[in-house]
């Protein structure tokens, strides 16, 4: 299983998908298609057309994007197929999900949000730590990246399995060394965190 989740996420993250293959899951509760053809995400509902985010996944996400003013980079959704292809999570495993990362080969900023069913929230969380398991040993030679990585974060809040990996723009840490580049951003995903315990808790 790690071996295809090794695969699938290398594809991911070096742009090879196939760009001609639409998403099946138009029903899907974590985004729709709003069809203005503009090309600035990809693995939405239709490639080449934007998408915005729905239900109380909008809610948690838009607390994120408030906090962090500015510094939430992800802009592409992974859909049902392609969350099950890289990280092992498949649908019958949650109640509804949003799986956002970055598109772009310079950056892997990424959150994923799952609402697991009850009986299903541990291997929801096991399979996000193999995944992050996955990403820190394809970018290992990559300082930037992987301490992205090694800053990110895996919370359970209630019924909610968290993976936030984020921190924006740190090329003007790297001179600083690796610990200052994995500080600010463990600094950003506790920012994330803490919005997202505020929405999934109501405190």
Known sequence: MLSGILVAALLLFTGCTDSGTENKNVDDQAYIN????????????????????????????????????????????????????????????????????????????MMILIEAKEDEIETVERYLNEYREVLLNIYENQPQNRAKVYASRIEIIDNYACYVQLGADISQLEPAGEDAMVAYCQQENERALHALEKRILGT
């Open 34 to 109: 709003e069809g203005n053809g503009e090309e600035d995400a990809v693995n939405t509902l239709q490639v080449g057309t934007k998408y915005r985010v729905v239900g109380i996944m909008d809610e948690l996400r838009d607390g994120v994007v408030n906090m962090l003013d500015g510094n939430y980079w992800p802009d592409a959704l992974l859909s049902e197929e392609e969350l099950a292809e890289r990280t092992g999570i498949s649908s019958n495993m949650y109640e509804n999900y949003l799986a956002e990362y970055q598109h772009t080969e310079a950056g892997i900023d």
